[in-house]
């Protein structure tokens, strides 16, 4: 039971939570309903809550009741909650209200700026507004920690504790075993026929048959919808609303089919988040690593498995009947292909990560004051060449083609990686413990893998942070082998290829 | 040129004006998009907005800055803006926040009582709720008008100034004129035949028609939308972004058509606010008598006459092909039928005002202590037997039908014939002015109508009330002639009855 002191704090925590959750829902409106001509009213209504939020959060009575908290002896879970919650006041408190201003006004100017420079394909009306942003986000790095690395401050806004040392050499191994590979299956000359994936789909058939898979994996339209967005993605409004969005392409199901298991797999996290700690500090995912690890084992592990499509396949051919005489064998290697591509969101499961490494070695070197915002162009360039063996012929498929700078999200991306190596992780200990998962999928059956998964990690909140909890739960570090045994198993089979040294 | 003193207190007022476009938000997805299991969070979350914009309302520093910008010299615009926040800060300053709670608490535990209690068709499971509610409202009186009257109180709450004194010799005149001619039309044997505007309507034909026409009046979708809800409404999220929804029935297309254009009516008036006056004190409407009477006047005046439908039925042909040789002719007694009802939504034109005339009756009969709440089944009864010559033989039909009490909205319904009788008295004007319409309408051209009230009614926000601003339009005070004109003109046409004396 909570003491009476945890209770007091808790009540006025439910303010920060609530102003959360308001804002979350003025920004899902902003993507999915919001009349064009709304915008610079919206703009200013999310600029008041998140100059209200910012009250709460730094307020003294906040800070005192915090500390009358935790003067009390609390049990396991309330020591969480202000742990938690110490965390989220300190970060505000350290920032001034000034540099909090500031750094909202230049995303808001810079979201504007890059989506023009984007569109016009012209860095150069960018430039300035990335300067600034840098600039402040550095002044905000050396807020939060200020005898340590700025690019650390700002990689443990996502996932709280890793820092560039530990990335390091989770690149190196990816680099190691990736450049190789994409070398290797350039050497085969073996070119996947994509047309099974291809074809004519129409958008209502595609959104049903996701629909669908979304409901056998266990995501609650109860508590959540599905929205059409330009770029799909998962938010939680507050207890029991979880939404998630999705986009299609007429001529290709898999960008919707994949988008949504991702989605839904992100809202099966949030959806599995103990409901009777709402509204505290503890009622969220642990780590942005973590939550990609759930998105990327739905959509990849399970969605792209043969038998996961023994149990789909029949359903597919109802909804496509032009794909009537479609073999799951037929389309695996549709689902595993792996070529060079310039645009991240478009990669494929294995030459992903080094997109994320290319983002990893241009952030830590624009945070070092090793390279000038006006040098990022060339520098990108280079480092896909290196990475990918290709070089970006224009901006917008090179450096523009990602919002979060613009957003002020830099250090991010590096929680992708982690992601896609936690859910290979998690995947092989579940295994372990439950036994292979194919006979369950060729039966629709994904309820012993989401009920392991939200016993592990849904049910936990951010109760520990990702590393502890990935430790805890399979007994080993964050770590690439997993995944590369993974991506060695689908490769081998569509290109006669093993995967490096470490799949061995 | 705003003062430095007002540009302080206006720039306070920006971020209350910000809660009450959140707060809007969070209530238009709850009628359009929330999921079903998210309605616990959204109440806390409506419930903390609340609490958040009423210390805000009722801070010192607030009222400090308003007295400071009343002691300088401001212009007109800047005397009503102080004059509208003034009345707004001192309703909120003399409510305690105890009451404040208490009612808010009761309205949402309200809602759910009655839905329940209309479900089961059994008014004893609301009895109690809505006796918390009038004890709250009228405490709520007290506080706002100690020396006034209850009833007074209440309906200055929708529409500023005007009195029960004020509405008793309207209710009279409408009762007097109405109730026999409720008796000429049963005497006169003739039953309209409604099967022109009966059929089979899809539903997407339904409301591409009716956007067709909602467009046409001006309603513009760059700064609105159109969403599907259980009963129609229209809110205004903030500056261009002024939303409407709407509900149809399959076998007549009535309720679609004229639900839109009622709620595009009010949505012009929104849309027509002066966008610099956004998230100040007067950007708003300045009375729901005057807000009805927009959209009365398109959904009534306009929407019905045969000059509308001489342009719009070659359209409805495409629409709906199985009518394609219905004629405005034909159509237009289905637009003026008189028949006692039970149900206020589905009334008529000419009976509407009698269900708004019993309300008015039992509310005051409520607020002055002569009935109880146990009572209320048994006077409702009587009263609509008294007006409308029929008896409702359930609680679903009589006495629990409307949500306003559920909402704690006493007072309110007296503006829904406030806005009757406006629209015929603005409508009048505007012909005066501008010559008979009828011609424009036949082209489709509604602008000059749109114009005209742009520039008398929507641009003026709520720098004037209601009374004040009829008398300055029209030259004479709130009055039931122009409407009984009007009633007398296509009832005359449809039943060959001349309507009362006051329509010679």
Redesign the interface.
């Known amino acids: 039971m909570a003491s009476p002191s945890l209770n007091a704090f808790l009540a006025q925590w439910?303010?920060i939570a609530?102003?959360g959750?308001?804002t979350a829902?003025?920004q899902w409106?902003q993507e999915t309903?919001?009349?064009?001509?709304?915008n610079?009213?919206?703009g200013?209504?999310l600029s008041?809550?998140a100059?209200?939020r910012h009250e709460q959060m730094t307020s003294d009575a906040l800070f005192d009741s915090l500390q009358a908290a935790e003067a009390e002896d609390q049990d396991e879970i309330g020591k969480g909650q202000l742990r938690q919650a110490r965390r989220d006041i300190e970060q505000a408190r350290l920032i001034p209200k000034r540099l909090a201003t500031a750094l909202a006004e230049c995303d808001s100017r810079n979201l504007h700026l890059w989506q023009k420079a984007r569109g016009e394909n012209n860095f150069a009306l960018f430039a300035e507004g990335l300067e600034e942003s840098v600039a402040l986000n550095r002044e905000r790095a050396a807020c939060l920690s200020p005898d340590g690395d700025a690019y650390d401050a700002m990689l443990n806004l996502y996932e709280p504790g890793v820092t560039a040392a530990d990335l390091v050499p989770v690149f190196e191994e990816l680099e190691g075993v990736l450049i190789p590979l994409l070398r290797e299956v350039a050497d085969s000359n073996i070119v996947v026929d994509e047309s099974p994936a291809q074809g004519h789909f129409a958008a209502d058939a595609q959104r049903d048959f996701a629909v669908m898979v979304a409901k056998q994996m266990g995501y609650?339209?109860?508590?959540?919808?599905l929205d059409a967005t330009t770029h799909p993605f998962c938010t939680t409004?507050?207890?029991?609303?979880v939404?998630i969005t999705w986009r299609h392409q007429e001529d290709d199901f898999r960008p919707a089919l994949y988008g949504i298991m991702h989605e839904a797999g992100h809202g099966l996290y949030e959806q599995g988040l103990p409901q009777e700690w709402?509204?505290t500090p503890l009622f969220q995912a642990t780590g942005l690593g973590m939550h990609e690890s759930q998105s990327r084992l739905w959509e990849n592990l399970v969605g792209r498995s043969e038998a996961f499509w023994d149990w789909a396949m029949p359903q597919f051919h109802q909804a496509f009947p032009e794909k009537n005489e479609l073999t799951p064998r037929e389309l695996y290697p549709c689902l595993h292909t792996c070529r060079p591509s310039f645009i991240r969101v478009e990669a494929d499961e294995a030459t992903y990560n080094l997109h994320i490494a290319a983002r990893f070695h241009i952030e830590r070197a624009l945070f070092a004051g090793k390279v000038d915002v006006a040098e990022l162009p060339e520098l990108w360039d280079d480092t896909y060449e290196r990475l990918l063996g290709i070089r970006p012929t224009n901006a917008a498929e090179g450096v523009l083609q990602d919002i979060h700078w613009a957003m002020g999200a830099f250090g991010y991306f590096p929680t992708y990686t982690l992601g896609n190596l936690i859910a290979s992780q998690l995947y092989e200990q579940a295994e372990k413990e439950l036994g292979n998962q194919h006979e369950a999928f060729r039966q629709g059956e994904f309820s012993p893998l989401r009920d392991w998964l939200r016993a592990k990690v849904h049910s936990q909140g951010c109760l520990k942070d990702t590393r502890s909890l990935v430790q805890e739960i399979c007994g080993e570090s964050i770590q690439a082998a997993p995944l590369l045994r993974s991506l060695s198993k689908s490769l081998e089979r569509v290109y006669g290829i093993r995967v490096g040294a470490s799949s061995a």
Do not use: H, M, Q, Y
């Not at 309903?33 to 709304?38: A, D, M, Q, R």
């Not at 609650?220 to 919808?225: L, M, N, P, Q, V």
């Open positions: 439910a303010t609530d102003l959750s308001v829902l003025l409106d309903g919001l009349p064009e001509k709304g610079g009213a919206r200013k209504a008041t809550l100059a209200l609650s339209f109860e508590a959540g919808r409004i507050g207890a029991n609303d939404r709402a509204r």
